[in-house]
């Protein structure tokens, strides 16, 4: 999502190039699941719907109710306020790549003329340069820091979600959401935390649940079911924007 062909970042090819300042989020206007990790699920939990997707059954927060609609970007770019923005957005347009066998993987960058320009005296005024006197400047430092610990995240993400859904708690669901102008949407192929396969776990493994970090996943994912109120007010709120 949101990437295409990232490179490697480099003094030879980015030696003049430079990260916009303050640039918009209108790259994720037509993102209506977005990837979350374990740790952002308490903040993420007020604003969306959490559930889980794909095959090593991730968590993703809901953002809008039509393919290719994110309720939570204006026109603009303007990620609506107070709402939590995810990391994976975040850390856009930069990412982590190579293959598993590699013990370090490379920072990547993905050439978005919105947020990655060529420097000269006007973009100096808007833009961070990517080097400075041949070495890595602030704008790669910090975006290797953010992407480093964006992977470690999704690695403890994928580690907890195994052991959910090796516990046969997940179960596949289909929803109805109905919109204030009438207009109805299926929302389907996620899947949802079963609570009542939850209550009735034996002790043994509901502290295996406890002991892998696995019961605030499984918490705020439950707590985040009545976000879809909000999810319908962003809704409601961008009909009335268009009327």
């Not at 066998?101 to 100096?124: F, G």
């Amino acid at each position: 999502m949101f990437y295409n062909s990232p490179e490697a970042v480099s003094l030879e090819r980015d030696g003049k190039t430079g990260l916009v300042q303050g640039a918009s989020f209108g790259f994720a206007a037509s993102a209506m699941v977005i990837p979350l990790m374990a740790p952002e699920m308490p903040a993420a939990m007020r604003s969306y719907p959490i559930v889980f997707s794909g095959p090593d059954f991730m968590p993703m927060m809901v953002t809008g109710v039509r393919d290719g609609e994110n309720l939570f970007v204006d026109a603009k770019g303007n990620w609506a306020e107070p709402h939590y923005v995810p990391a994976y957005v975040r850390r856009y347009p930069f990412i982590l790549a190579g293959d598993e066998t590699d013990e370090r993987l490379a920072l990547c960058v993905e050439n978005d003329p919105a947020r990655v320009v060529s420097l000269n005296a006007k973009t100096r005024k808007t833009a961070r340069p990517f080097f400075e006197e041949n070495e890595q400047g602030e704008a790669i430092r910090n975006a290797l820091s953010f992407c480093e610990q964006y992977q470690g995240m999704f690695i403890k993400t994928r580690q907890i979600m195994k052991v959910i859904a090796d516990s046969g708690l997940l179960a596949e669901r289909t929803g109805k959401l109905t919109l204030a102008d009438g207009q109805s949407f299926n929302i389907t192929g996620f899947h949802l935390v079963d609570e009542a396969k939850l209550l009735s776990m034996s002790d043994e493994d509901f502290i295996k649940l406890r002991k892998a970090d696995a019961l605030a996943v499984i918490y705020c994912h439950l707590a985040s079911m009545n976000s879809w109120n909000a999810l319908l007010y962003q809704a409601r709120f961008r009909i009335a924007e268009a009327a």
